[in-house]
Structures are given as structure tokens and as C-alpha cells.
């Protein structure tokens, strides 16, 4: 039988404003599933990357389910799906939860079995990325965390591990509703420098 412990870890950077939203949504549409809540504030400024290795380090489940302060679950279901794809595809990466219109213009690809982030696009993404989506810890111990790949930001870093995770096959799968279960609530309030 397949082990369903997920962890939920979900970051922040001083807008408590944002993550107080985030966790009565959450609260309504999901707590009940989690082993565990790490919610992994970066007191220190040192950034969005060092902030998720530390916090993955910490996760005693199979299964992460990272989210970021500022989206706001807008509705059930996602974590029954998403973890019923990922059980049955290990190719996949991670699921997206965001809107079909709202993943930076980043074409889906409807496939017979699954819908994906077209690991082609012609900007440089690939699928993965630190929205909030689950995942498994296997796949970010492998590479062996996520700083060791530091390309000078943290965009910079996300972009280059979309490639690294697609030159080995990986996808980032989406779920099939097309308004999404997430909804973003932190433009205009970007902490990057």
C-alpha cells in the first residue's frame, strides 16, 4: 500500500498579512491531510532557496506538499488528484494547481493520460517550479537540494532546475480543471532584490 503522509511546507518572508490568508484557505480546504506543518519563515533574508532546503531537510514524509504564502486554496480535491497522479506517473515531478490562464503564459499540453507544462517552451521553463504544488522528497534528494544548484537568484535557480528535472524526463503535470485550486494574492509585493 502506498504511503499518503504529506508534509505541508509552506514558506514565508514577513508578509503575515499573506500567510494568514494562506492558512485559513488552507485550514478550509486541506489541513485534515497533513502529517505535518512546516511553515518555514526566512527570518534571516537569506532567500527562497536556502529557506526550502532547510525546510525540506526537515521532512520526515514521502510526500511535500509546498506551498508559498501568498495563494490562497480556492477550492477541495487537489491533494486526492494530485497524489493519485504522482503514485501512478513517476515521471511526474510535481502538480500544478494554478488556473490554465494564469501560469505566466506557459502552454498546457492536454495528453491522453494527463495534462502537462510543455517541458518545450521556448522561454526556458519547463514545468517546475516553487508555486504550490506537490511533490516528492525523493526527487529533491536526489539532485542533492536545491542550493547546490545556486545560479546567482533565486529565479535564476528555479529556472535552471526546471531544465536539470526535464533533461531527465520529468514533467510537471496540471491538474484538469481549468480555474485551478490556487489563486496568486502577492502581486506587487515581491520581496526579491
Same mark, same amino acid.
Not at 42 to 68: C, F, P, S
Not at 74 to 86: A, C, H, K, V, Y
Not at 109 to 122: A, F
Not at 171 to 191: C, D, F, N, T
Given at each position: 500500500? =502506498? ?10 518572508? @514577513? ?9 485559513? %484557505?488552507? $485550514?478550509?480546504? =486541506?489541513? %485534515? ?22 525546510? $525540506? ?5 514521502? !510526500? ?7 495563494? *490562497? ?5 487537489? *491533494?486526492?488528484?494530485?497524489?493519485? *497522479? ?24 492536454? @495528453? ?9 517552451? %521556448? ?10 504544488? *506537490?511533490?516528492?522528497?525523493?526527487? !529533491? ?8 544548484? !545556486? ?28 480555474? @485551478? ?13
Amino acid at each position: 500500500m =502506498a504511503d499518503h503522509s504529506i508534509t505541508l511546507v509552506l514558506t514565508s518572508a @514577513g508578509r503575515y498579512d499573506l500567510l494568514a490568508r494562506t492558512l485559513d %484557505s488552507l $485550514y478550509k480546504h =486541506a489541513i %485534515s491531510s497533513f502529517a505535518e506543518v512546516i511553515i518555514a519563515e526566512d527570518w534571516e533574508r537569506e532567500g527562497q532557496v536556502r529557506n526550502i532546503d532547510r525546510a $525540506y531537510a526537515r521532512v520526515k514524509t514521502n !510526500w511535500i506538499l509546498h506551498w508559498e504564502e501568498d495563494f *490562497l486554496a480556492i477550492r477541495s480535491g487537489f *491533494l486526492s488528484q494530485s497524489f493519485d *497522479l504522482m503514485n501512478a506517473h513517476s515521471e511526474i515531478l510535481q502538480v500544478q494547481l494554478r488556473a490554465y490562464d494564469d501560469v505566466n503564459g506557459h502552454p498546457v499540453v492536454c @495528453g491522453p493520460v494527463y495534462n502537462y507544462m510543455d517541458p518545450h517552451w %521556448s522561454a526556458g521553463w519547463c514545468g517546475f517550479s516553487w508555486n504550490p504544488g *506537490l511533490r516528492r522528497k525523493s526527487d !529533491w534528494e536526489r539532485i542533492g537540494g536545491y542550493m547546490k544548484h !545556486w545560479q546567482g537568484t533565486d529565479n535564476k535557480t528555479e529556472q535552471y532546475l526546471s531544465q536539470l528535472y526535464a533533461k531527465e524526463g520529468m514533467v510537471a503535470a496540471i491538474l484538469p480543471e481549468a480555474k @485551478g485550486y490556487v489563486r496568486h494574492i502577492g502581486q506587487g509585493r515581491s520581496l526579491q532584490k
